[in-house]
T-cell receptor, first 109, second 114 residues
Framework: KNEVEQSPQNLTAQEGEFITINCSYSVGISALHWLQQHPGGGIVSLFMLSSGKKKHGRLIATINIQEKHSSLHITASHPRDSAVYICAVTETSGSRLTFGEGTQLTVNP | EAQVTQNPRYLITVTGKKLTVTCSQNMNHEYMSWYRQDPGLGLRQIYYSMNVEVTDKGDVPEGYKVSRKEKRNFPLILESPSPNQTSLYFC?????????????FGPGTRLTVL
C-alpha cells in the first residue's frame, strides 16, 4: 500500500463543473502539498498546508489531520485546468517528501 | 526572479558514459533534493541535502551520487549510467523553516540512456 494515495486516477469534466481530487496518507506529516504538472512537464506548487483550508482563486485545498485526508477543489473548471495534480507529504522528520501517483484531469470545453 | 534551474534540459547518452546534471537555486534555501519521475511510478526521491556538506539517500539512490559544496548548487552525478536510469529528473529546493517551506521545482531534465 502506498503511503500517499490519490483518487481518482483519471478525471474528465465539462467546463464549468466543480471538481474534487482526494488524497489520503498513512504517515505522520508536517505538511501536505498540492502540485500541478502541465503537459510540458513543469511542476508548480499550488498549496502547502498543515491544517485547515487555503484558497487561491478558483482553487481550494483542505486538510483533516485526524482523518489523514486532504481534498483539492476546483470551482468553475476551465480547459486550462487540464493537468496532472499531485499530492505530496513532508514526513514529520522534515527530510522526506512522498508523492501520490497523481490525478490526470481533463476539462473539455 | 526566484527560481531553480537545471541543465541540461534534454540529454541522450550511452551506457557507461559519466554525466552530471546541474541544479542551482537563488533563494538561499537550505534544503535541496533530486527526484525522478517514471510512468506508473510517479515521483520518487533520489537524494536530498539539508545544508552544505549534508546529504542523505532518498528512496532510490542506487546508481547516483550528489554533492553539496555550496548552498546554491546540488549536482546529480551518474558515474556509469544504465538504460534503467532513463527518466525525467527534477531538482527542487525549499527553506527549512515554516511557513517558508514551499517546494520550488526546476524545469526538469529528460535523460535517455541508450
Amino acid at each position: 500500500k502506498n503511503e500517499v494515495e490519490q483518487s481518482p486516477q483519471n478525471l474528465t469534466a465539462q467546463e464549468g463543473e466543480f471538481i474534487t481530487i482526494n488524497c489520503s496518507y498513512s504517515v505522520g506529516i508536517s505538511a501536505l502539498h498540492w502540485l500541478q504538472q502541465h503537459p510540458g512537464g513543469g511542476i508548480v506548487s499550488l498549496f502547502m498546508l498543515s491544517s485547515g483550508k487555503k484558497k487561491h482563486g478558483r482553487l481550494i485545498a483542505t486538510i483533516n489531520i485526524q482523518e489523514k485526508h486532504s481534498s483539492l477543489h476546483i470551482t468553475a473548471s476551465h480547459p486550462r485546468d487540464s493537468a496532472v495534480y499531485i499530492c505530496a507529504v513532508t514526513e514529520t522528520s522534515g527530510s522526506r517528501l512522498t508523492f501520490g501517483e497523481g490525478t490526470q484531469l481533463t476539462v473539455n470545453p | 526572479e526566484a527560481q531553480v534551474t537545471q541543465n541540461p534540459r534534454y540529454l541522450i547518452t550511452v551506457t557507461g558514459k559519466k554525466l552530471t546534471v546541474t541544479c542551482s537555486q537563488n533563494m538561499n534555501h537550505e534544503y535541496m533534493s533530486w527526484y525522478r519521475q517514471d510512468p506508473g511510478l510517479g515521483l520518487r526521491q533520489i537524494y536530498y541535502s539539508m545544508n552544505v556538506e549534508v546529504t542523505d539517500k532518498g528512496d532510490v539512490p542506487e546508481g547516483y551520487k550528489v554533492s553539496r559544496k555550496e548552498k546554491r548548487n546540488f549536482p546529480l552525478i551518474l558515474e556509469s549510467p544504465s538504460p534503467n536510469q532513463t527518466s525525467l529528473y527534477f531538482c527542487a529546493s525549499r527553506a527549512l523553516e515554516a511557513p517558508y517551506n514551499e517546494q520550488f521545482f526546476g524545469p526538469g531534465t529528460r535523460l535517455t540512456v541508450l
